[in-house]
């Protein structure tokens, strides 16, 4: 089965897609819109292209565990794109993935202008090799 990682912003969304053994996280896209209705048309587009079984969506959670604001307004997109596609879903913690995206591709030699293009889908790779390595022991499960 394909699962659809997500690292859910407000301008820009990063997306990845496991393999069908459920192994690896390759990247795939950057969606760019601001709107709400034309981010979950965009997305929902991917998923059945992709043939997608499942969702994957990065929660923004603060460093001691809390959720503020941005991480409900991520649920909320969550639960809204996994209702629209009548798919399941799961949060999984994303504390440091664009960080670790931006180190990545600094250490790959990535210029400022590509890096900027490249790091929300590889944060939603992270994200989503994160949760393949991790969801038999569920650690960063939300």
């Known amino acids: ?46 998923i059945k292209r992709e043939g997608a079984e499942k969702i994957v969506v ?11 604001h941005r991480a409900e307004y991520t649920r909320a997109f969550a639960e ?12 999984w913690d994303e504390r440091l993935s664009s960080a670790e ?11 400022g202008k590509k890096r900027k293009t490249k790091v929300d889908k590889i944060a939603a790779v992270l994200i989503l090799q994160t949760y393949l390595d991790n969801r038999g022991g569920m650690k960063g499960m939300v």
């Open 1 to 46: 089965m394909k699962i659809i990682g997500l690292d859910y912003g407000e301008a820009r969304i990063g997306v990845a897609v496991s393999d069908a053994l459920e192994m690896i996280a390759n990247p795939l896209d950057t969606i760019s819109e601001h709107d709400r209705e034309k981010q979950l048309e965009r997305v929902e587009d991917v």
């Open 58 to 68: 990065g929660l923004p959670m603060r460093m001691d565990g809390s959720m503020g």
């Open 80 to 91: 809204d794109l996994a209702q629209r596609c009548n798919l399941p879903y799961e949060m």
């Open 101 to 111: 995206a931006h180190r990545l591709l600094e250490t790959g030699g990535v210029s």
